[in-house]
């Protein structure tokens, strides 16, 4: 089964209907594939390069401070103890990998989960190719406010394929992303209120989940 959905000019006028496949756009999401998928993402941004020096990494003299005892002070026995200032750091971060896998299967279960979520909920708009020969921001402000986005909404702008003068239009709205539709990930999904898809970018995610 598939669900019919208005296809838009990206003047705002009706252009027929497409067809969203049951089993992309109308499985049951699935709550741990989502965090999974989400956590992955989010932990796979991280660079894992804060570092501190120890008190064997910290330049310091190896003499003893002063005498163990009859000096009335505390004893030291390096001027690299963690404890002194300029010292080394205790238990402080090390450059190390935050990498966590998440396999195809649960990848693409994540992403059909929240392709659903945004179906159900009424967040998908799918338009004709937007013609854009220059980068004109407004050109693509005209045609959120066409196809019903308001202003400020954060928006997901999936197509099949994006010109040097789409992307530089739509680099200046800090509300919107433009990604190609066959890079998507459940994140960028769950990251967005409304959902913009290109039948060019619908295509290709039909392509990438049903191939």
């Known amino acids: ?15 027929g209907t497409v067809q969203l496949p049951e089993e992309i756009f109308g499985i ?15 932990t796979n941004r991280r660079q894992g390069t804060a570092s501190t020096k120890g008190r064997s990494d910290v330049k ?4 003893k401070p002063w005498r163990q005892k009859g000096t009335g002070r505390a004893r030291a026995g390096t ?3 963690p404890i002194w200032v300029g010292g080394g750091v205790s238990f402080g971060p090390h450059p190390h990998s935050y990498h966590l896998k998440v396999t195809k299967k649960l990848k693409r279960l994540a992403l059909k989960s929240a392709l659903s979520l945004k179906a ?5 708009i799918v338009i ?11 050109k693509i402000v005209e045609l959120l406010r066409a196809v019903g986005i308001e202003d400020g909404q954060k928006v997901l702008f ?23 539709a066959k890079d998507v990930c459940a994140y960028d999904l769950l990251d967005s209120k409304m959902l913009l898809l290109t039948k060019s970018g619908l295509e290709e995610i039909k392509g990438v989940l049903l191939g």
């Not at 999936?158 to 990604?179: E, F, H, M, Q, V």
């Open 120 to 124: 159900k909920e009424g967040q998908i």
């Open 60 to 63: 310091a003299s190896g003499r």
């Open 128 to 138: 004709e190719e937007p013609s854009v020969s220059e980068p004109k921001t407004r």
């Open 79 to 81: 001027s690299a103890s």
């Open 28 to 42: 049951q999401p699935h709550r741990h594939a989502l965090w999974m998928a989400v956590k992955a993402y989010l």
């Open 158 to 180: 999936l197509a099949g394929n994006k010109s040097d003068a789409l992307t530089k239009s739509c680099r200046n709205l800090p509300y919107l992303r433009l990604k190609l």
């Open 1 to 15: 089964m598939s669900t019919a959905v208005k296809v838009l000019t990206p003047e705002g006028r009706e252009a």
